[in-house]
Nanobody, 124 residues
């Protein structure tokens, strides 16, 4: 069982930055691929970024490429999402997820554990 706790969300003006963190329980963190997803009001949950267990493979959705950076620290069992040049359309609840495989994936159903989410609001 893996427990995930996100932090770092908040209210920011367009063009600003936020850094989300996700702390994971467990002793085999490096064997889990990690992902960030988001869900805006009235919309389905969508993929944002994913990173493999080793950190060697990374995927981003097109709308955040060049603005968001996913990284992980396997010593402290933490995954990060650095979000720069934020836009109002980035407003959503952001969720951290862990897959019981070290292979990075963009598919929500391949993730086995989910955090409770953290709200990100970008004002125009």
């Amino acid at each position: 069982q893996v427990q995930l706790v996100e932090s770092g969300g908040g209210l920011v003006q367009a063009g600003g930055s936020l850094r989300l963190s996700c702390a994971a329980s467990g002793r085999t963190f490096s064997s889990y691929a990690m992902g960030w997803f988001r869900q805006a009001p009235g919309k389905e949950r969508e993929f944002v970024a994913a990173i493999s267990g080793s950190g060697g493979t990374i995927y981003y959705t097109d709308s955040v490429k060049g603005r968001f950076t996913i990284s992980r620290g396997n010593v402290k069992n933490t995954v990060f999402l650095q979000m720069n040049s934020l836009k109002p359309e980035d407003t959503a609840v952001y969720y951290c997820a862990a897959a019981a495989s070290a292979v990075a994936t963009t598919t929500p159903r391949r993730y086995d554990y989910w955090g409770q989410g953290t709200q990100v609001t970008v004002s125009s």
